[in-house]
C-alpha cells in the first residue's frame, strides 16, 4: 500500500490567525459547513438542510443578542469557522464556549488557537469570570482539545443528548480565568 502524498497544509498559531464580530458579510463562508454532516455531526439537530434564508436570519439574530459574542476565524487563506459564546450570564459573567471548522480548516491547529484568542478576548475585553462548555463524552479530540487549554471538568451529564436515536452523555468543562493564567504561563 502506498503512504498518502497528499500535502497538508500548514499548522496555524494564534498569529496567523484573527477573529472578527460574526457579520452577515460571513454568511458565504458559514454556508460552506452548516449543512455539511460531517463537520455538525456532533449537533443535536441533523438532517434539516438549512437555507441561506435561514441562516442569515439565525445570524442577525445572533448579531444582535445580548448574551451571545460569536466571531468569525479568519486565517491566511481566508474563512476558517466560527468560535463564540453563548448563554452569557452577565451577573456571573460566565458563557458557553462553541466552534465550529468546516473541513478544510480541520486539523490544522486552528481549533486550538481560535481557542486561545476566544479565552483571551472573553477574560479580557468582555470580563468573563468563566468559560463552559459541553462535549458529546465520544468526542476525543474535542475533550483533549478543550483541557489542553485549561479547561477542567465539572461532571457528566448523563444521557443529556438525544440525536439519531440514540441518548449521549456529555461533560461539562470549565475554565476560569485563573485556570487559562495559569495554562498560559511560561
Not at 452548516?34 to 434539516?48: I, M, S, W
Not at 466560527?82 to 452577565?90: D, E, M, S, T, V
Request: include cysteine; proline fraction near 5%; aromatic fraction near 10%.
Amino acid at each position: 500500500m502506498d503512504a498518502d502524498t497528499t500535502p497538508r497544509a500548514p499548522r496555524l498559531r494564534e498569529d496567523d490567525l484573527r477573529l472578527e464580530p460574526l457579520s452577515l458579510d460571513h454568511l458565504d463562508g458559514i454556508m460552506t459547513w452548516v449543512n455539511d454532516p460531517e463537520v455538525t455531526f456532533y449537533f443535536a439537530e441533523l438532517g434539516r438542510e438549512i437555507t441561506r434564508e435561514e441562516e442569515a436570519a439565525y445570524v442577525e439574530k445572533l448579531i444582535a443578542s445580548k448574551t451571545d459574542r460569536v466571531f468569525s476565524i479568519f486565517g491566511p487563506d481566508g474563512y476558517l469557522g466560527q468560535i463564540g459564546l453563548a448563554k452569557i450570564y452577565w451577573p456571573a459573567r460566565n458563557g458557553r464556549l462553541g466552534i465550529m471548522l468546516p473541513r478544510h480548516a480541520q486539523g490544522r491547529g486552528v481549533a486550538s488557537a481560535a481557542g486561545r484568542l476566544l479565552l483571551r478576548t472573553a477574560f479580557s475585553d468582555l470580563g468573563m469570570h468563566k468559560v463552559w462548555a459541553i462535549i458529546r463524552s465520544d468526542n476525543p479530540r474535542g475533550l483533549y482539545l478543550w483541557t489542553q487549554l485549561g479547561f477542567r471538568c465539572e461532571g457528566v451529564l448523563r444521557d443529556e443528548y438525544f440525536v439519531q436515536d440514540r441518548f449521549y452523555d456529555m461533560v461539562r468543562l470549565a475554565c476560569t480565568e485563573a485556570d487559562f493564567l495559569a495554562r498560559i504561563q511560561p
